[in-house]
């Protein structure tokens, strides 16, 4: 949510911009400079002063409140609270997931046995979260980083791993477009992180096709899901036989 500080501060951008000085603003209120002057330096000011500077300016508060909101920073990671939430709540966890791929509330309603009313709920519910900021017509804005995973030791982790993993990795693998990969090997630990960057541009880059290919018509669609992982690990059995 925008504070009046952050309204300010970008009225001080929008001010230079405009090649407007406080003189101008001034003069452009009706008021005395050093009043103008005052004021953006407490940054703090009444709405309606806002909206007059606004106009002055010839922007629209509207306009305004959106730049704040688009220079929030986003979040790379939630909270261990936020994640309890998200998981609580089956159906949140299922919008959650298909608003990180993007999904609009009628995909959601189509697909899954999901009422409007509860897609706008659980919207609702993740605006609050700080995962998206809801706009008019059900449409919504992501507030996640490109960088933005689960916690690895949260609570969505590890509803992962006791009902999704066996889920997942139950399957052969051997349909249209599916591969899985599995690699052993020992390499220098310098050199394990520049793997993990690779790996984390190659999910990017999913993510972003992903983006791409919602132009494209549903029937040429299909959901596909993405693990990627690398570890120092082996396996318990192997482990227990060595000397």
Same mark, same amino acid.
């Given at each position: 949510?925008?504070?009046?500080?952050?309204?300010?501060? $970008?009225?001080? @951008?929008?001010?230079?911009?405009?090649?407007?000085?406080?003189?101008?603003?001034?003069?452009?209120?009706?008021?005395?400079?050093?009043?103008?002057?005052?004021?953006?330096?407490?940054?703090?000011?009444?709405?309606?002063?806002?909206?007059?500077?606004?106009?002055?300016?010839?922007?629209?508060?509207?306009?305004?409140?959106?730049?704040?909101?688009?220079?929030?920073?986003?979040?790379?990671?939630?909270?261990?609270?936020?994640?309890?939430?998200?998981?609580?709540?089956?159906?949140?966890?299922?919008?959650?997931?298909?608003?990180?791929?993007?999904?609009?509330?009628?995909?959601?309603?189509? @697909?899954?046995?999901?009422?409007?009313?509860?897609?706008?709920?659980?919207?609702?519910?993740?605006?609050?979260?700080?995962?998206?900021?809801?706009?008019?017509?059900?449409?919504?804005?992501?507030?996640?980083?490109?960088?933005?995973?689960?916690?690895? $030791?949260?609570?969505?982790?590890?509803?992962?791993?006791? $009902?999704?993993?066996?889920?997942?990795?139950?399957?052969?693998?051997?349909? $249209?477009?599916?591969?899985?990969?599995?690699?052993?090997?020992?390499?220098?630990?310098?050199?394990?992180?520049?793997?993990?960057?690779?790996?984390?541009?190659?999910?990017?880059?999913?993510?972003?096709?992903?983006?791409?290919?919602?132009?494209?018509?549903?029937?040429?669609?299909?959901?596909?899901?993405?693990?990627?992982?690398?570890?120092?690990?082996?396996?318990? @059995?192997? @482990?227990?036989?060595?000397?």
């Amino acid at each position: 949510m925008s504070t009046t500080a952050d309204l300010v501060t $970008h009225l001080k @951008a929008a001010l230079k911009a405009a090649h407007m000085t406080y003189a101008d603003l001034a003069q452009a209120l009706g008021m005395a400079e050093s009043s103008v002057k005052r004021m953006f330096a407490k940054g703090d000011m009444p709405l309606s002063r806002i909206d007059a500077i606004c106009r002055a300016l010839k922007m629209d508060f509207a306009e305004l409140a959106q730049r704040v909101a688009d220079a929030q920073p986003l979040l790379a990671e939630l909270t261990l609270e936020q994640e309890r939430t998200v998981v609580a709540d089956e159906k949140l966890l299922l919008v959650a997931v298909n608003v990180l791929s993007q999904w609009t509330a009628e995909q959601m309603t189509s @697909a899954y046995r999901l009422t409007e009313a509860e897609v706008v709920k659980y919207l609702a519910q993740l605006d609050r979260i700080g995962i998206i900021e809801l706009k008019p017509g059900n449409r919504y804005r992501l507030k996640l980083a490109k960088t933005f995973r689960w916690r690895p $030791h949260g609570p969505v982790m590890q509803f992962f791993r006791e $009902h999704v993993v066996l889920d997942y990795f139950g399957g052969g693998f051997d349909g $249209h477009g599916e591969g899985l990969l599995l690699v052993h090997g020992s390499i220098s630990s310098a050199l394990a992180p520049s793997f993990i960057e690779r790996l984390q541009r190659v999910a990017q880059d999913f993510a972003q096709q992903h983006q791409t290919d919602q132009k494209l018509p549903p029937a040429q669609r299909r959901g596909y899901t993405l693990v990627l992982g690398m570890r120092d690990w082996e396996l318990a @059995a192997f @482990a227990r036989l060595r000397r």
